[in-house]
């Protein structure tokens, strides 16, 4: 740490920070990313790793980085960029590259362009692997010297983030051989994480920072070096595999988790391959954990288990991909909060928020190691909850998880009403936990009309929604277990909580709810998105539905690329903000399935169409986690948010909701039976056809296409007894 190395030419150091050169190429500055379950990696445009600049890039596993730099090279001279591209799937970073015109130190002239390298990296349990393939197109014999520099900081994502550490573990003496080099550090939690570097065929030099190799090649040959990066903690057993298995490993996994989700085809080709992204997105997020799959947040910041993430991205993907939903339902109720314990905001039946495996997390330098500092994912557990029973008629599941679903709601009803009067609120009481415990949780998000910050307690809008949907499917749960008495107390409480939500939360002068109520019960007037997720979880009025589907689709609110989070015009509102002026694409659908709800379907293709046109924009067609909110202008895409997740598991999930939307489409496996409400496809989408549609013991194949007065119907196959509705 702090110790000088060797930058590539459009690097500079002042002091301690690195930076890139004003004249250095943007194309070059954007990273790749890969992850596979707990691992990730953050690389430049030439395959590379590198601190600087982008101060993300490495080789993480469990939010610690154990490979910081990992640099290939001609004897310091960098290599010149062809193409570079995560494949199709998202499982392999393959970069092309030449070489500059140079001279070795062996006094060989190689001219520009004769060397042709192929660099193909892919993770596989907790293991990146790297085949890099090099050929000869020149006329001569050439001894190649290709150097590979590498080293490892054991930085914590949260030193990555910007805290600055009191003291550090140990960095320990590497263990160099002729085969591989092994990078040590004891951390202060008594762990100690290794990163073993392995090379095939074994390099020419090899020591603690770098191995190079001098690679004979005559005339129109080529030459393959594998290198494997092992990720381990002392005394862990992670046998590699060659690169050909692990890489056959890799795509078996991946092919299966892909037929686990059913099929979607379209008659629009870009509006295919958004939703193949989309997927494979969601796919490359997933990790594997005892109770079934996970999506992890996002990458870098947030890859790892987040509550409300992984609850919202189930819900989006639902009608697809209910497998998702039973593994996020399963991990969540294993870890629900059992005991007070302010340091971590956690209290018996809450949700969890937040899980990390750091270092700093294990010595409670921070206290993110199970926080549970959120307002609404306890809410959105018991609405998972009773939607996933709805939709796969999984009976078995509810009995398994009824004691948590009780104790949610206990939860919700004591220490998520601080006051008693029937809303959830928030206050955190850790340290250093968050201030803001909505999904809006960035320090300035909820505030007065003024802009001066809300004091709390603070009642979300939109929590009071979720709250109001997870007693109403709370009800519909406590039936199909017989509990009819439980069921008419839990929906008593959600008819007196929407009458009351209506009262202290509607603004007639905003034409909307407000964003919140603080601890005095005074109103924060603003308009912002959260009004929308009223309309997701059916707590809004019939009336002020109208007022508000209206109001989030006028200029306002409505970018041309989507609804921001709060209307031009308010006190914190900054287009380029985190929170107070952005686009998210999962706000966004979460309103859109609240506008089709209310029967507003136009609006919803609307929005469906505004996030379509913004991939088309957009590298991958891969929508981040925000954009900025700046204003339509022609010929133009949308501005992007410097330092949003990408990809990010929301995000993904975001145009499998906005699809069903507009179809209207609803899946009851406890009837055998699906509804479509209203089906509508903007013009852009000629046809869409759904297939393997499980739906209890049976599927469906549906087609669905434009018509002169709507949108036509077809059953193209059925199985078991399934109905189809149309209403």
Known sequence: MGAKTEMAEDIIQIQDQYYIRASASLVEARPHVLKQDNCFAVFDRLGNMRPLGIRDHGLFR???????????????????????????????????????????????????????????????????????????????????????????????????????????????????????????????????????????????????????????????????????????????????????????????????????????????????????????????????????????????????????????????????????????????????????????????????????????????????????????????????????????????????????????????????????????????????????????????????????????????????GYAYEAKLLAAEMAELLGRQEQAAQLRQQAEKLQQQFWEQFWCEELGGYVLALDGRKQPCRVRSSNMGHCLFSGIAHPQHAERIARQLLEPAFFSGWGIRTLAEGEGRYNPMSYHNGSIWPHDNALIAAGLSRYGYKAEAAQVLTALFDASQFLELRRLPELFCGFRRRQREGPTLYPVACLPQSWAAASVFLLLQACLGLEIDGLAQRVHLTQPTLPLWLPHVTLENIQVGRGSLDIGLYLQAGGVGINVLRSTGDVELTVR
Request: charged share 25%.
């Open 62 to 464: 469990d939010d610690t980085r154990f490979l910081s730099r990992l640099v290939l090279d001609l004897q310091g001279k960098q290599f010149l960029l062809l193409s570079s591209e995560v494949r199709e799937d998202k499982d392999i970073l393959a970069v092309d590259l030449t070489n500059p015109e140079f001279t070795t130190s062996e006094g060989q002239f190689i001219e520009q362009e004769t060397l042709h390298v192929l660099r193909t990296t892919f993770l596989w349990n907790n293991v990146a692997y790297e085949r890099i393939r090099i050929h000869n197109y020149g006329l001569e014999t050439l001894r190649v010297p290709l150097t590979l520099r590498f080293e490892a900081d054991f930085a914590d994502m949260f030193e990555i983030r910007g805290i600055r550490r009191a003291q550090r573990g140990q960095l320990l003496p590497a263990q160099v051989t002729p085969e591989g080099v092994t990078l040590r550090y004891r951390g202060l939690d008594g762990l100690e994480r290794q990163t073993r570097l392995l090379f095939s065929p074994p390099p020419d030099v090899v020591s603690e920072k770098l191995a190079q190799w001098w690679v004979p090649l005559a005339p129109q040959e080529e030459r393959d070096l594998e290198v494997r990066v092992v990720c381990s903690y002392g005394g862990e057993e992670i046998p590699p595999l060659t690169y050909q298995e692990a890489l056959q490993a890799e795509r078996e996994q991946r092919a299966a988790l892909r037929a686990l989700a059913h099929r979607i085809d379209t008659g629009n080709a870009q509006f295919n391959e958004w939703l193949n992204a989309s997927r494979d997105d969601l796919v490359m997020m997933l990790a594997r954990t005892p109770y079934g799959l996970y999506p992890h947040a996002g990458v870098p910041w947030f890859a790892t288990v987040f509550g409300r993430d992984a609850l919202i991205t189930a819900l989006a993907t639902l009608w697809w991909f209910p497998d998702l939903a039973r593994g996020v339902l399963l991990y969540l109720a294993a870890h629900q909060a059992q005991e007070v314990d302010p340091s971590r905001d956690a209290e018996p039946g809450k949700i969890l928020h937040e899980q990390r495996y750091s270092e700093m997390a294990k010595t409670r330098e921070i206290p993110f190691g199970n926080y549970f500092g959120s307002i609404d994912s306890t809410p959105l557990f018991v609405v998972l909850a009773g939607r996933y029973v709805r939709r796969s008629g999984d009976l078995e599941l509810l009995r398994q998880l009824w004691p948590n679903i009780e104790a949610a709601l206990s939860w919700m009803d004591t220490y998520g009403d601080l006051d008693g009067d029937g809303f959830l609120e928030y206050a955190s009481k850790a340290r250093r936990g968050l201030r803001n415990q909505g999904w809006k949780d960035s320090e300035d998000a909820i505030f007065y009309a003024d802009g001066s910050l809300a004091e709390p307690p603070i009642a979300l809008c939109e929590v009071q």
